[in-house]
Nanobody, 122 residues
Framework: VQLQASGGGLVQAGGSLRLSCAAS????????AAWFRQEPGKEREIIAA????????SYADSVKGRFTISRDNAKRTVYLEMNSLKPDDTAVYYCAASLRGLVTNPNNYAYWGQGTQVTVSS
């Protein structure tokens, strides 16, 4: 599976962005998909994950109620809708895929997109 993330950019606090992660490969619908983010000098953290069926999305507390993860297996695409953005959301965002279920450790994700920068100005 190859992943291509897009949709990042510069937005003012309180604004919205939608990230997309396009996948290639016939078996993408079998994978758990997730979004991670990483700030300079910090560890990569998971912020949202979704099962292969689209059921049971899970979120980090820091984004719960503001971000929504979804997927369209027919289009082989995973989305991250980000609302009420804060300066603390500034980071490089990565999409990832795993066959190990709804796991949170980045070491369990075998496939990664290239990252897309999200910058939220105050």
């Amino acid at each position: 599976v190859q992943l291509q993330a897009s949709g990042g950019g510069l937005v003012q606090a309180g604004g919205s962005l939608r990230l997309s992660c396009a996948a290639s490969g016939r078996s993408f619908s079998a994978y758990t998909a997730a979004w991670f983010r990483q700030e300079p000098g910090k560890e990569r953290e998971i912020i949202a994950a979704i099962s292969w069926s689209g059921a049971s999305p899970s979120y980090a507390d820091s984004v719960k109620g503001r971000f929504t993860i979804s997927r369209d297996n027919a289009k082989r695409t995973v989305y991250l809708e980000m609302n009420s953005l804060k300066p603390d959301d500034t980071a490089v965002y990565y999409c990832a895929a795993s066959l190990r279920g709804l796991v949170t450790n980045p070491n369990n994700y075998a496939y990664w997109g290239q990252g897309t920068q999200v910058t939220v100005s105050s």
